[in-house]
């Protein structure tokens, strides 16, 4: 493949990009851009920049590198990248309609982060699967989708979006353009995905990956699951085998999704809920970004939700400059005071998290400013506050996980150094470090994985400035030939095991009360009928089994230990021999004499069904005899 000059770095204003950031470097892609502001057309573009996030840097000066502006790739906006800890994958995006541009034929392009090469996967199907449509379908190019990478589950998801002539090869430009629900799926090349049919028995998907479309997955096909475009998802891990998925604001041209109530998207199950939330919402927007951060512990993932912007009125429509906080699984919404400090209000940006600092590429800014150069801001998750420089931390893994998390794949990469922010925490319990005390959505989970699930908690030991973390998570699935995490089936073996060892215990020490109770009965049934011989005059009996006239019931008086005991009774007429009850034994003056319930027992035949409902009262009868 040609690869042309460098991509310029010197830009008036960027919007509509495509970004990543994998093993410490962040990577733009595309997108708008205008050279000076009276530009009006041939904005799209296929620039490819990186950015060094290891390194601190001032926003007025970002240290940006253009890449060589690749030959094959074509120049679009409003797609995404996804990302494993190896390749870039383009999907999506919309095509320039100034000048107008026909789109090509979909094809997936790979970008080999180590080789730093291009390559083609042309003509991609999807697979059956799990809550998908029946497969050999071709991929369609979607644009204006909500996208999201998990790397340590080696898929990507891409949700929603629409379908017109500047997406779709052969489409006209007189047929209206089509909303989306429905959700498309890369497993990356290597991964494994037994929700894909011809993946199930832990086979990796070959070079092209593995696609699948999600149309099926429990409520996305009611009528309250809406059509949208220019949402996003943010992904957290818990709450399931495999995590959770949010889907948040997003629209049509013609109605919006408020974010009162979020769709939740439960990974290893490919079902979609719905949970509703706590404290004002942001109002309806498109074109927002989001990421997510995880407190060191893990009890709290918070999301924060940067900007957008409002269509209506229609050609008047506003941008927003406000920072939002969803704690999960709090499920409570909390608007951040920063307005001091925050940019220019946009939409069409895009946003990363890395070292507990949410950098902000690009955006679009209405008319109020004539250039926003060169674009890149910080802010700082923790502090609440908008940063003049991005701060690189040392000590972290090439993920910038949370020390505590550094031994597990689901943890969310970019936390490190985060801290639950006090305007949080006052919320939900705990402090900066974690331990939230909210540890469900604070307006009830009906169903999925809040209501059945929980986090990933990792325990933090502090020995002098060394601190040891243990995590405590479920498996996911990674690569054919690595290793995915603990075994489940083993573990659930193991538990059930134990517990059937325990009740086999607890039944074998009732068999040895039941006999020793037994054999003690027996022995006072002979003691009773050897006096009943010596005086054959006595009569005995139980309490009378007849109605009485003062007792409707037929239950007779309550047995108390002044009238417990026994008189002759009919059966004894009736010639059926019952041994008298035993004499009171001598009153015992230690702290376990037994209660008048104990010679109950010794009058009566024992059972095994009574050892086991009460065995310690079957042990007080042979302790006392």
């Not at 502001?37 to 926003?59: A, G």
């Not at 512990?297 to 429509?317: A, C, F, M, R």
């Not at 009732?510 to 050897?530: E, F, G, M, S, T």
Request: aromatic share 10%; charged share 15%; proline share 6%.
């Amino acid at each position: 493949m040609l690869e042309r000059a460098d991509s310029s770095t010197d830009v008036c204003t960027r919007w509509s990009q495509q970004t990543a950031i994998v093993n410490g470097t962040l990577f733009i892609y595309g997108g708008r851009a205008k050279q000076d502001s009276s530009q009006t057309d041939n904005t799209w573009n296929n620039d490819f920049l990186m950015l060094d996030v290891t390194k601190s840097w001032q926003i007025s000066s970002p240290s940006l590198s253009g890449l060589p502006q690749p030959s094959g790739p074509p120049a679009i906006a409003n797609g995404f990248i996804w990302h494993s800890y190896d390749s870039l994958f383009l999907y999506g995006g919309e095509f320039s309609d100034s000048p107008v541009v026909s789109p090509s034929p979909y094809s997936l392009w790979e970008y080999d982060i180590s080789a730093s090469k291009w390559a083609e996967h042309t003509s991609p199907s999807t697979s059956a699967g799990n809550a998908s449509d029946g497969g050999n379908q071709d991929v369609q190019q979607a644009a204006e989708g909500a996208g999201i990478s998990v790397p340590s589950l080696g898929k990507g998801w891409y949700f929603g979006g629409h379908l017109d002539g500047y997406t779709t090869a052969g489409w006209s430009q007189s047929v209206p353009r089509v909303y989306l629900k429905s959700m498309i799926e890369f497993t990356f090349p290597g991964y494994q995905n037994d929700a894909v049919e011809s993946l199930q028995g832990n086979k990796a998907a070959g070079s092209d990956g593995a696609w699948r479309n999600i149309t099926q997955g429990g409520l996305q096909e009611s009528k309250g699951f809406t059509e949208r475009a220019d949402g996003v998802l943010v992904y957290v891990p818990g709450y399931g085998e495999q995590g959770m998925i949010l889907g948040l604001a997003g629209g049509t041209n013609a109605t919006f999704t408020q974010m009162i109530v979020i769709d939740i998207y439960d990974v290893a199950n490919s079902t979609w809920y719905k949970q509703a939330t706590q404290g004002g919402p942001p109002g309806i927007r498109v074109n927002p970004c989001a990421v997510a951060a995880s407190a060191s512990d893990g009890s709290s993932t918070n999301i924060y939700l940067y900007g957008g912007q409002n269509l209506k009125p229609y050609n008047e429509q506003t941008q927003y400059d406000d920072m939002w906080i969803l704690t999960i699984p709090s499920f409570t919404w909390i608007k951040v005071d920063d307005s001091d400090s925050s940019p220019y209000a946009r939409a069409g940006h895009s946003c990363e998290v890395w070292d507990g600092q949410m950098i902000v590429v690009g955006g679009y800014v209405g008319t109020n400013i004539s250039c926003d150069s060169p674009g890149v801001y910080v802010f700082d998750l923790s502090n609440l506050k908008w940063q003049t420089s991005f701060t690189a931390l040392k000590g972290s893994n090439d993920q910038s996980q949370q020390l505590s998390q550094t031994g597990d794949k689901s943890g969310l990469a970019g936390s490190y150094g985060y801290q639950v922010p006090e305007a949080v925490h006052k919320i939900i319990g705990g402090d900066g470090n974690g331990g939230a005390t909210v540890t469900s959505p604070v307006a009830g989970a009906t169903s999925g994985p809040l209501q059945t699930g929980q986090p990933i908690v990792y325990t933090m030991t502090a020995t002098g400035a060394t601190i040891t973390q243990t995590a405590s998570s479920g498996s996911a699935p990674g690569r054919g030939n690595e290793e995915s995490g603990p075994n489940i089936g083993a573990i659930v073996a193991g538990v059930v095991a134990g517990v059937f060892f325990i009740i086999a215990c607890y039944l074998g020490f009732c068999a040895w009360i039941y006999r020793r109770q037994l054999q003690l009965y027996k022995n006072h049934v002979a003691a009773a009928q050897r006096a009943a011989v010596a005086a054959p005059n006595e009569k005995t009996g139980f309490l009378s089994g007849h109605r009485s006239s003062e007792d409707p019931s037929g239950r007779g008086p309550r047995s108390t230990a002044a009238n417990s005991a026994p008189s002759s009774n009919s059966n004894a007429a009736a010639g059926i021999s019952i041994p008298p009850p035993l004499p009171t034994p001598p009153e015992r003056r230690d702290s376990n004499s037994g209660s008048s319930t104990d010679d109950i027992f010794l009058s009566q035949e024992p059972s095994f069904m009574g050892v086991m409902m009460s065995p310690r009262k079957s042990l007080r009868v042979i302790n006392r005899d």
